[in-house]
């Protein structure tokens, strides 16, 4: 049988491991080709316009990038073991488990790739080097790593990532490995014996970096062993198998992260949402900037300036308009769910514009009412 789909993508890329346990999990048929230099030269640059991975091509000849468009692609056409829970509160947590796994927990992802890059140059520079030469020696994997690498390892500035901060990321990962392996203790997944859209975002950082590179690797197994044994339940799952927990639960062992997440990461996002909706009324018809400047956030005790990421809106309005979309006791569900861990002023707070992403750009969809 001819390949359905194939993934172009990399071991040590932070979103193709997303991609990858979802292509596992679903049973498709399909398979991985790294995206080497002449990938990115002859197909992912005249089909997408940006050398970026994982891209998605079809048997039709469609190519797809962005994780979150490609399982949004792919779901209608699998259906069977949904990723997506049908319970609203289920729902609501496993799209804001996404957006904390796309968009916040790269904070630690990368400084422990790139801030204790001494302890794990070799191994870090020759995964970028095999990606781009699969078939070069060793030294010229590591030649071509410190080359193709270095623009992933100046991003910690913008990332928030300095010696302020970074103390307070580090325990503030150390405080979500605990909490998330104490959960992992009672259930395979976020949200029972299935995954999530939530365990599917949470597994591009927790895997690629988290527990793949060496140092924070040594982190995960000895301080979370049972988060390291999700990790590899995602990378070899059984496909279409479990069940989402009955009666729309959600683990109370899951409410400290995402109080934490409604501390640290919301606040960060809507000041992204009202940048956004002030860059539109000033440039009407325009395509946003990925980046819009920097602002202040906090971590843990810590505060310092980061990038303005306009992307994390498209990402947090999948769960604000699943949220606002609820009628009734399933909107008194959530209501009850968000004001015990903190997020009910978050998710109320109006947006006053809603994107569209094509093609890698943030346009306006419309005004919210």
């Known amino acids: 049988m001819a390949v359905e789909y194939i993934v172009y993508g990399a071991d040590h890329s932070y979103y193709t491991g997303k991609v990858r346990a979802y292509m596992r999990y679903k049973g498709l048929n399909w398979e991985e080709r790294t995206a080497?230099?002449?990938?990115?030269?002859?197909?992912?640059?005249?089909?997408?316009?940006?050398?970026?991975?994982?891209?998605?091509?079809?048997?039709?000849g469609e190519y797809i990038q962005d994780t979150t468009d490609i399982i949004d692609f792919l779901e209608p056409r699998h259906p069977a073991g949904s990723v997506c829970p049908a319970g609203p509160v289920q729902r609501l947590v496993a799209l804001l488990f996404e957006l904390y796994g796309d968009e916040w927990l790269v904070i630690p992802a990368m400084h422990y790739r790139w801030s204790v890059i001494d302890?794990?140059?070799?191994?870090?520079?020759?995964?970028?080097?095999?990606?781009?030469?699969?078939?070069?020696?060793?030294?010229?994997q590591i030649?071509?790593?410190?080359?193709?690498?270095?623009?992933?390892?100046?991003?910690?500035?913008?990332?928030?990532?300095?010696?302020a901060t970074i103390p307070a990321i580090e325990a503030v990962y150390l405080e979500f490995l605990d909490q998330l392996d104490k959960h992992f203790e009672q259930h395979n997944f976020l949200l029972g014996s299935r995954p999530s859209i939530g365990d599917f975002g949470f597994i591009g950082p927790l895997y690629a970096h988290l527990a793949r590179d060496p140092v924070p690797k040594?982190?995960?197994?000895?301080?979370?062993?049972?988060?390291?044994?999700?990790?590899?339940?995602?990378?070899?799952?059984?496909?279409?198998?479990?069940?989402?927990l009955a009666d729309d639960e959600v683990p109370e062992t899951l409410l400290p992260i995402l109080k934490t997440q409604m501390k640290d990461q919301l606040p960060d996002?809507?000041?992204?949402?009202?940048?956004?909706?002030?860059?539109?009324?000033?440039?009407?018809?325009?395509?946003?900037?990925r980046f819009l400047g920097m602002h202040s956030f906090t971590t843990g005790d810590a505060s310092g300036e980061r990038v303005i990421s306009s992307f994390a809106q498209w990402m947090y309005?999948?769960?604000?308009?699943?949220?606002?979309?609820?009628?009734?006791?399933?909107?008194?569900?959530?209501?009850?769910?968000?004001?015990?861990?903190?997020g009910y002023e978050s998710l109320s707070t109006p947006m006053p514009k809603r994107l569209e992403r094509k093609a890698g750009q943030l346009e306006l969809v419309e005004a919210d009412s």
């Open 119 to 140: 302890q794990q140059r070799e191994f870090i520079l020759k995964e970028f080097g095999r990606m781009s030469n699969p078939n070069g020696s060793e030294e010229e």
């Open 317 to 342: 309005q999948r769960a604000y308009i699943h949220y606002q979309s609820l009628q009734g006791q399933d909107r008194e569900a959530a209501d009850q769910f968000l004001k015990a861990v903190g």
């Open 218 to 244: 040594a982190i995960m197994q000895e301080r979370a062993p049972n988060v390291f044994a999700w990790v590899e339940r995602m990378n070899n799952p059984n496909p279409l198998s479990g069940e989402f």
């Open 36 to 60: 080497t230099q002449e990938v990115y030269k002859s197909i992912i640059l005249p089909k997408i316009g940006a050398p970026i991975v994982p891209v998605l091509e079809t048997a039709d």
């Open 143 to 163: 030649a071509i790593g410190e080359k193709t690498s270095k623009g992933f390892s100046r991003m910690l500035p913008a990332l928030g990532i300095s010696e």
């Open 269 to 289: 996002v809507l000041d992204a949402v009202a940048k956004n909706a002030a860059w539109l009324e000033a440039n009407p018809g325009g395509n946003i900037p």
